[in-house]
C-alpha cells in the first residue's frame, strides 16, 4: 500500500501541486475581483430599498433585475466564447478568470445584500440622528455590524468558485478539475481522480473552518 503510494505520488506529485497552485490561483484572483464588483453591487441593493437609507424604487429593481440575470447565465456557457473573446483564450488559468468573476460576482451582491439586512435597524437610525451621511453610514455602521455575516457569505462565496474551478477543468482551464478530467478520466488513472477530489474536500474543509472560527472571533455579541 504505501509503496504504491510512494509510487504515485513519485509520478504525479508535481502535477498535483501545480494542480493546487492552479486552483488556488483561480480561486484567489477570483474572489478579489468578484468582491470588487459584487461588494458595491450589494451595498447599493440594500440601501436602495424602500426602506433603506436611500431608497430609490425603480434603480433597485432595475439592478436586482440585472443581478439575477447574471445569476441565471450557466457557467459552462460563459467559459466558452465569451471568455475568448474577453481575454483572448478559454483554455488555462487566465481563460477561467474572467467566466469565474462574471459568475460569482452576482451571487456575491447578493450574499452581501442578506448579510446588511441583518444590521439592527436601531444602529443606524441612531446614526441618522447623529448626522451621519449615507457614505458614512455605510463604511461606519453597515459594513463593520455586517462584518461576521460577511465573513460567513465570504466562505460560502470562495467554496462556490472553488467548485466552479474543478467545472472549468473540464475544458482545459488547468488546476485540479482539469486533472481529475485529464488523467482520472481519459487516461484511466482512477486513483487521480481520487486524490482530486481529497484535495479539493481539504481545501473546502480549510476554508470553511477559518472563516467560521474569524466569524466568531469578530462577533460582537459573542464576545
Known amino acids: ?13 508535481t502535477l498535483l501541486l501545480e494542480g493546487t497552485r492552479d486552483t488556488l490561483i483561480m480561486v484567489g484572483l477570483s474572489t478579489v475581483f468578484a468582491y470588487l464588483i459584487g461588494l458595491p453591487l450589494g451595498v447599493l ?25 447574471g445569476r441565471s447565465l450557466p457557467f459552462i456557457i460563459l467559459m466558452m466564447d465569451f471568455t475568448k473573446l474577453i481575454v483572448g483564450t478559454k483554455m488555462g488559468v487566465p481563460g477561467a478568470i474572467v467566466p469565474l468573476v462574471v459568475s460569482a460576482a452576482p451571487f456575491i451582491a447578493r450574499m452581501v445584500e442578506t448579510s446588511l439586512a441583518e444590521v439592527d435597524a436601531g444602529v443606524v437610525e441612531a446614526a441618522q440622528s447623529m ?28 467554496i462556490t468558485i472553488l467548485g466552479y474551478t474543478a467545472i472549468a477543468g473540464a475544458v482545459g482551464a488547468g488546476g485540479l478539475g482539469d486533472l481529475a478530467i485529464r488523467y482520472g478520466y481519459q487516461r484511466r488513472v482512477p486513483e487521480m481522480m481520487w486524490v482530486t477530489v481529497i484535495f479539493i474536500i481539504v481545501l473546502v474543509q480549510i476554508i470553511q473552518s477559518l472563516f467560521s472560527w474569524l466569524s466568531t472571533k469578530l462577533d460582537k455579541r459573542l464576545r
Open 45 to 69: 441593493l440594500s440601501i436602495t430599498q424602500p426602506h433603506g437609507i436611500w431608497p430609490h424604487k425603480w434603480f433597485n429593481r432595475v439592478l436586482g433585475w440585472i443581478i439575477n440575470v
Open 131 to 158: 448626522g451621519a451621511s449615507r457614505l458614512q453610514i455605510v463604511w461606519k455602521v453597515y459594513l463593520p455590524e455586517a462584518v461576521p455575516s460577511l465573513i460567513l457569505g465570504a466562505s460560502i462565496s470562495i
Open 1 to 13: 500500500m504505501l509503496e504504491s503510494l510512494s509510487a504515485f505520488w513519485a509520478e504525479y506529485g
